[in-house]
T-cell receptor, first 114, second 111 residues
């Protein structure tokens, strides 16, 4: 089975721009979660999508949004980029069984905002 | 509010030693706890998942234990190798189904 894939792997953007990141889950997985990892804050949960609906949301501003398509692929969008948005963005897929779920992570997208 | 702590933040040991990494959490109402490994600049590799009803899980040279009542988990690595060098993270899944993460332990195995 192919693992979780994320594209692009690296991105450089300028403050004020917007960016879209993509995540393709493991075949058969219906849940996709997004995380931000920075040296200062560590790993933080952004949101989770299940069956095209946002099921869970972390504590991030509305500039961070996402969506999920019928094939379970997910995109994350960040608008009006700030320097502090520079981070490794990780997505994880799972069956979506809630409590007993195990998450599998992609390689991440490294976003640099200049 | 759930908080996850990992001690030590960094650890350097000679090859061949057995070692223990620690993870503690403040709220015992968890569904499961997962240990991950992260290589520099890379994504996360799941090592072991312990459900709340379980006490331990084993995979090869790795053994993870869970004591919900005391809010602790340990990851035991036997006969360490240079290839084990990485950052090890633990994460707990709480009642809101979100993963709450520790800051990680950076492990260096010296040849």
């Amino acid at each position: 089975k192919a693992g979780v894939t994320q594209t692009p792997r690296y991105l450089i953007k300028t403050r004020g721009q917007q960016v879209t990141l993509s995540c393709s889950p493991i075949s058969g997985h219906r849940s996709v979660s997004w995380y931000q990892q920075t040296p200062g804050q560590g790993l933080q949960f952004l949101f989770e999508y299940f069956s095209e609906t946002q099921r869970n949301k972390g504590n991030f501003p509305g500039r961070f949004s996402g969506r999920q398509f019928s094939n379970s692929r997910s995109e994350m969008n960040v608008s009006t980029l700030e320097l502090g948005d520079s981070a490794l963005y990780l997505c994880a897929s799972s069956l979506g069984e809630g409590a007993r779920d195990e998450q599998y992570f992609g390689p991440g997208t490294r976003l640099t905002v200049t | 509010k759930q908080e996850v702590t990992q001690i030590p933040a960094a650890l350097s040991v000679p090859e061949g030693e057995n070692l223990v990494l620690n993870c503690s959490f403040t709220d015992s109402a968890i569904y499961n706890l997962q240990w991950f490994r992260q290589d520099p600049g890379k994504g996360l590799t799941s090592l072991l998942l312990i459900q709340s009803s379980q006490r331990e899980q084993t995979s090869g040279r790795l053994n993870a234990s869970l004591d919900k009542s005391s809010g602790r988990s340990t990851l035991y690595i036997a006969a360490s190798q240079p290839g084990d060098s990485a950052t090890y993270l633990c994460a707990v899944k709480g009642s809101n189904y979100q993963l709450i993460w520790g800051a990680g332990t950076k492990l260096i195995i010296k040849p």
